[in-house]
């Protein structure tokens, strides 16, 4: 796990080994120091090297060890026993050098990277801070204000930053090993007291306690209740006001509370979800390792409304070829405008040349003949979208992957309208499509297994976690999305508020409450599917028949704020009142409160008190509900596939990882439990009747989420 060998004579090389990313396992820490030891007391050893196999240095401590009983040498005093050597230990950092791989590298005398390596302590994402000595050695050697930005925010650093920061000592674009050893047989034999970072003072900083606060103010802000960013600022403080060893006890405390926490185990959850929804299947029994990607060069898109403009920026930003269609010449050109912004805004941030010449703009559909791809992102309309996969059937060369952008139509009609339905599959992006992180990838029953694995190789060269989910109204996001927003309605009719709700999902964790959110995305947009579906009526009639629609509960709300031309930000006015049309800063509006009075006073309705907890439970169980029936018909893959939907998608809190993961640490019977009694209060809602596969799989014992698959698997079985 970590090998020995003595180059140019005199230096020894160590070299990790732990595919893929030779993380700090108990092997490879007992291999460190077992060679760190070979070679200090070896007398022809003058200087040692340590570096990573395969080119990259170390991805840290081995999360996959942090669930089970830690066995093997401790890390914090095989980095001590590393800095205290009496020979110069220099780092060869190629690849990455993050979490335990840079404390490793910090606890070394010299540091050489390089230049397209990266570096960073991201241990706060994971629930967790640096605390192999990072909280304390990073301060002393970058200075406070430099080292709080990186362990707070956990994001990675280039070689060139690190090196203008000092944490690296030089960047090279040749062998780092080989410049690694040249390096350490020239620093042989000096003195190295200076180079230990430990010994350091931490750098002098002027009004230290105002620049806490300052930052502990703005950490609590973004951190949305969760707890390691402010362990992360406490650390570092103990970094800046006290002795070293100090600092350290204080780093172990922080810790000890950090690494058993439920959030920590919510994240370390994510990580690998987020890993896992990669490895996609169907419920063809196609999969993701034997399905083949085609080769894609050429991309078009078709409509440049908002949605179309997004997705040609994050095509062209992958580096294909992007033909832009919009048949409105007018739209054209401000789609082209608009296009080319994002594109140089977007190159600027990265430091490279925009990709506008990537984009050709065109009226005609007959432009599109030789692409590899289509993404038709036209107006969400089914007869449309129709009528633009017939056109693209005729035009396309054989073998043109067909993808529609919906959030909600078929994808099996539309793809049953083309003479190849196994060539469509749906790519359902989110506003603003080149920011948003999330993409579902939508299969039919037709769609063939290299379509799919074309469509999430795509998503992923664009950076987007991207999951494969069956067809069916509303997918998994918007699915679940739905009873979790009817919900919220009938708390109004009960008696709560918007500000009420919102608070409570707030202090949850959520990014927006279910009604600010509303307003951004536009009231409208809800109130043309139920016209779609039949639900709207007249708003005079009243009583409590108006509120049982298609056999449920049906809240009309949302249509009446329509029909007083209330759509949300963008007319000024929604379940809030804003300065003007477009501005973001939702203020309380007493109207709405009158109307909310009315409404129950029309409908007989009595307002009680509603608490906070009862927001959570029937917003958030009504929607895990959901994702139990999308399990249960095999639309999700498993819980983590709608976990990571959630998350990047849709604002759930990472630190509560994601619906089903909440699910599973609150407790699968209390959940039951929760809706039962809730459904019993309210026999006309549906989706507050408790999915079977919750049932079942509280009656066979509530298994962890990791083990729901085979339950769900077994339970199938058994049918
Ligand atoms: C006392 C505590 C001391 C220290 C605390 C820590 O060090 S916590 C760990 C801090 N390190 C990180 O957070 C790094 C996590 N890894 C990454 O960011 C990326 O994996 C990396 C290293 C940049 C490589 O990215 P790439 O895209 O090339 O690969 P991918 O992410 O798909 O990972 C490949 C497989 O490796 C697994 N893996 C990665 N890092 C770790 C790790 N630290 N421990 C265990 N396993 C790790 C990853 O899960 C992938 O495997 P898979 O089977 O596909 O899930």
Not at 503 to 509: I, N, P, R, T
Not at 591 to 620: K, M, N, P, T
């Amino acid at each position: 796990m970590a090998e020995y060998n003595l180059v140019s004579e005199c230096v020894g090389l160590i070299t990790l080994r732990n595919p893929p990313v030779n993380a700090l396992s108990a092997a490879v820490r007992q291999g460190i120091v077992d060679t760190v030891q070979r070679a200090l007391s070896d007398p022809n050893v003058k200087s040692v090297v340590i570096c990573g196999q395969n080119g990259i240095f170390c991805g840290g401590a081995d999360i996959k060890e942090f669930g089970s009983n830690m066995t093997g040498p401790p890390l914090i005093p095989m980095i001590h026993a590393i800095e205290s050597a009496n020979k110069p230990v220099v780092a060869a950092i190629e690849g990455s050098a993050l979490g335990g791989g840079l404390e490793l590298a910090l606890g070394c005398h010299y540091r050489i990277a390089h230049s397209k390596a990266r570096l960073g302590l991201p241990e706060v994402t994971l629930g967790l801070l640096p605390a192999a000595g990072g909280s304390q050695r990073l301060p002393r050697l970058i200075g406070v204000p430099a080292a709080l930005n990186l362990i707070t925010t956990g994001r990675h650093v280039t070689a060139a930053e690190a090196l203008q920061l000092g944490i690296v000592d030089q960047v090279t674009d040749h062998n780092t090993v080989d410049a690694a050893v040249k390096f350490a047989l020239s620093v042989a034999g000096r003195s190295l007291g200076p180079r230990r970072i430990s010994a350091h003072p931490c750098p002098q900083q002027p009004d230290l306690d105002a620049l806490f606060e300052e930052v502990m103010q703005k950490v609590r802000q973004s951190a949305r209740g969760a707890i390691a960013p402010i362990a992360c600022v406490q650390a570092v403080r103990a970094a800046a006001t006290l002795p070293y060893a100090q600092g350290m006890e204080r780093e172990r405390e922080l810790m000890a509370t950090l690494f058993t926490s439920g959030q920590a185990r919510a994240l370390q959850y994510c990580f690998f979800a987020e890993r896992a929804v990669g490895r996609w299947r169907m419920p063809s029994g196609a999969r993701w390792d034997t399905s083949k990607p085609r080769p894609l060069h050429k991309a078009a898109v078709i409509g440049l409304g908002i949605m179309g403009r997004g997705i040609t920026v994050a095509l062209a930003q992958t580096g294909l070829s992007v033909i832009a269609v919009e048949t409105q010449e007018k739209q054209l050109m401000e789609a082209k405008q608009a296009i080319s912004g994002m594109l140089e805004r977007g190159a600027k941030r990265r430091g490279v040349a925009p990709a506008l010449d990537r984009v050709i703009y065109s009226q005609n559909i007959q432009a599109v003949a030789d692409v590899d791809l289509v993404i038709e992102a036209v107006f969400e309309d089914i007869a449309l979208k129709t009528k633009v996969f017939q056109q693209l059937s005729a035009v396309c060369k054989p073998g043109t992957l067909l993808c529609t952008n919906t959030s909600a139509l078929d994808v099996d009609q539309l793809a049953s309208e083309t003479p190849n339905p196994e060539l469509v599959v749906g790519m359902h992006f989110f506003a603003p499509a080149h920011v948003m992180k999330l993409l579902e990838v939508v299969y039919g029953p037709r769609s063939s297994p290299q379509a799919v694995a074309t469509a999430m190789q795509l998503g992923k060269k664009m950076g987007k976690a991207s999951v494969a989910v069956g067809n069916c109204r509303g997918f998994v996001g918007n699915r679940m999305l739905k009873p979790y927003i009817e919900e919220a309605f009938f708390l109004l009719e009960e008696g709560a508020t918007p500000e009420l709700v919102d608070q409570a999902l707030e202090e949850f964790g959520f990014a927006m409450g279910v009604f600010r959110m509303s307003d951004l995305s536009g009231l409208d947009v809800g109130w043309r599917i139920r016209k779609g579906d039949g639900l709207v009526e007249p708003s005079t009639a009243s009583g409590r028949s108006t509120r049982i629609r298609q056999g449920r509960r049906y809240s009309p709300l949302g249509d009446l704020l329509c029909e007083e031309g209330r759509f949300g930000q963008k007319t000024g006015r929604g379940w809030y009142q804003y300065d003007k049309p477009g501005s973001r800063v939702a203020r309380s509006d007493p109207w709405l409160h009158s109307f909310l009075g009315a409404y129950r006073a029309q409908h007989g309705l009595v307002a009680r008190r509603i608490d906070h907890q009862e927001v959570l439970e029937r917003c958030l169980y009504a929607l895990i509900n959901e994702g139990f029936h999308i399990l249960d018909d095999g639309i999700a893959a498993g819980p983590e596939d709608i976990d990571v939907i959630y998350v990047s998608g849709y604002g759930w809190p990472r630190h509560r990882g994601g619906p089903m993961f909440y699910a599973n640490m609150v407790g699968l019977a209390k959940v039951l439990e929760r809706l039962e009694h809730y459904q019993q209060l309210h026999p006309e809602v549906p989706h507050l009747q408790p999915s079977s596969l919750l049932r079942r799989l509280v009656a066979s014992g509530s298994p962890p989420i990791h083990k729901w698959g085979e339950a769900i698997k077994k339970l199938h079985s058994q049918l």
